[in-house]
């Protein structure tokens, strides 16, 4: 009875991951690469402007 214990431990955890993961990730938004790639032509943009002084 006592190794039916040991093996029902890594079960219910397992449950209950899986459980805990559907639900953080069940309001998760999704988000486009808008911000980044806004904040990256900014930076490159920048960089292009900057004359080399050698």
Do not use: C, H, K, Q
Not at 16 to 36: C, F, I
Not at 38 to 45: A, K, M, W
């Amino acid at each position: 009875m006592a190794a039916l214990a040991w093996l029902l431990i890594p079960l219910v955890a397992g449950i209950a991951a899986g459980l805990w993961g559907s639900w953080t990730n069940r309001t998760r938004r999704v988000r486009g690469d808008g911000p980044e790639l806004d904040g990256y032509n900014r930076f490159r943009e920048a960089m292009e402007r900057t004359t080399s002084g050698t």
